[in-house]
């Protein structure tokens, strides 16, 4: 064919020099290594879900907080949240990460009303305004199985990844197809039932990718109250918690390099040591 120009994409030879990557990876990645010390200050962490109620004893100051609703175009609007938690849920997904990481930020938006219910469009609109924030984890212990979504989802957990946002999705509870969990851009996480909060394992089974503490777990809700509830949806925020507090240590760590540094300390792989 002979030399022509190069395809897009490509790498020049002079480039090379560029876009080396100076990382000072140990001999073996370890639990103290990833982890150790680190308490989630420098990390912005998302709540997408119902609200968070504003300082509830085991979640502390909220540092921002929005709602996203639609408006008489039928597009997503989001405005500022002074309506706090609408059902509880929000508000236990964020003390578990607040429990975790205690000096992260946490920044609610509000995508789901009262009785857990919402749409799809708001979903989205609440989704796609987390990611241009540019947090550093997103908490999404929710999914939908309406298919018609499932690609938006796809393109905005791709978009999320290219900017290095960590997002952190629940696998749902029954046996169904739902999104954006399935996608391999996220980080999903399903249950386990050991009571140790930093206790994670990675399942070499896909589609789960991760099982976290979410069996019995004592939960933060409505009012200043605690709850005892188990779900998927309260595995998920352990895991942000915990890549929180990798965030926080190695805040040059990629989303590909997140979860790997996830998979080489998981119990069952790398473990504690």
């Known amino acids: 064919m002979g030399e022509g120009p190069l395809p897009a994409w490509s790498l020049p030879p002079e480039e090379i020099e560029r876009i080396r990557v100076e990382a000072a990876w140990p001999e073996r990645v370890t639990r103290a290594w990833a982890i150790e010390g680190a308490t989630g200050s420098g990390v912005r962490v998302c709540v997408l879900d119902s609200g968070v109620e504003p300082d509830h004893p085991r979640v502390g100051g ?38 975790l990481a205690p000096d992260c930020e946490i920044h609610s938006v509000r995508v789901l009303g ?3 219910t919402g749409s799809g469009p708001v979903l989205l609109g609440g989704l796609r305004w987390a990611i241009e924030q540019g947090f550093d984890v997103i908490n999404m212990s929710l999914s939908t199985t309406k298919r018609q979504f499932a690609e938006v989802l796809h393109e905005l957990a791709d978009t999320a990844y290219f900017k290095r946002t960590i997002l952190v999705a629940s696998a749902h509870n029954m046996p169904v197809e739902s999104y954006p969990w399935r996608f391999s851009s996220v980080i999903s996480v399903g249950s386990h039932a050991e009571p140790d909060s930093l206790a994670f394992f990675y399942n070499p089974d896909p589609p789960v990718e991760f099982f976290a503490r979410g069996v ?13 509830a188990t779900g998927n949806s309260f595995a998920t925020p352990h895991m942000s918690g915990i890549c929180a507090l990798v965030r926080s240590k190695h805040p040059q ?19 504690r040591t």
């Open 62 to 99: 909220v540092q921002g907080a929005v709602a996203v609703s639609l408006g008489e175009d039928g597009e997503p609007v989001v405005g500022d949240d002074a309506e706090g938690d609408t059902c509880g849920h929000g508000t236990a997904c964020a003390g578990i990460i607040r429990a």
């Open 114 to 116: 009262a009785g857990f």
């Open 216 to 228: 019995d777990v004592e939960l933060a809700w409505m009012g200043g109250g605690v709850i005892r």
């Open 253 to 271: 760590l990629t989303p590909f390099q997140l979860k790997s540094v996830l998979h080489l300390i998981a119990d069952n792989v790398g473990g």
